[in-house]
């Protein structure tokens, strides 16, 4: 790594656990060229506005998570397969970078309506998935975009626990747990 890309890492790394401990709208461009150990212009050589380097980091990381996801679970045939393969998934890729999931998590509802239409998304991933299985006969028909907000949900609620204090440590040890949690939203019948 050059001295330039260096410091570009330094600056969205020094961004990034700022915006986690103190919000985007609360963090200054000194406070991250602070932390980056550089001059607060330096940011914009890399960056137009601190929004742009918040957003950047976002689409970057949702992109990479979802086509981390498809591919996981590309290779498995059943419905059963697939959720323990996006689930793993999803919670190395937390446990890998917990500062970058968890800043990717909290500023999902302000940056989403931002993500171009043909960018790769987690959650498309996962309900074509489910809209597979369901097309297959695997699982129930049912809103379908019901459905993958209960199976995501039980993923990352739990992260969302996590970023608050409510439990420690990393989320792959649970990874059972969320996935037999959402099998058992996805297979079960409506009354």
């Known amino acids: 790594m050059g001295k330039a890309e260096d410091t570009k890492a330094r600056v969205e790394r020094a961004a990034l656990t700022l915006f986690v401990a103190r919000g985007v709208a609360e963090t200054t461009t ?25 957003l950047d980091l976002f689409l970057r990381h949702h992109r990479a998570l979802a086509e981390a996801l498809s591919e ?13 393969a996006i689930v793993g998934c999803y919670c190395d890729w937390a ?3 917990w500062t970058l999931f968890a800043y990717h998590l ?7 309506v931002q993500v171009p239409d043909d960018t790769p998304n987690p959650v498309n991933v996962v309900r074509e998935v489910i809209a597979q299985a369901m097309k297959a006969g695997e699982i129930p ?8 907000a209960a199976a995501i949900g039980v993923v990352l609620q739990a ?23 959402a099998w058992a939203v996805l297979a079960v019948r409506e009354r």
Do not use: W
């Not at 909290?106 to 989403?112: D, K, V």
């Not at 969302?160 to 440590?169: E, L, P």
């Open 30 to 54: 000194k406070e991250i060229a602070m932390a980056a150990s550089i001059a607060e212009g330096t940011i914009y050589r890399y960056f137009p506005s601190k929004e742009r380097l918040a």
């Open 159 to 181: 992260a969302t626990y996590k970023v608050y204090g409510r439990f420690t440590g990393g989320l792959s040890v649970h990874r059972r747990f969320f996935a037999d949690a």
């Open 95 to 97: 446990d890998r970078d």
């Open 72 to 84: 996981a679970q590309r290779p498995a045939k059943a419905l059963r397969a697939k959720i323990d």
């Open 106 to 112: 909290l500023n999902q509802h302000s940056f989403l």
């Open 141 to 148: 028909r049912r809103n379908v975009d019901l459905a993958a």
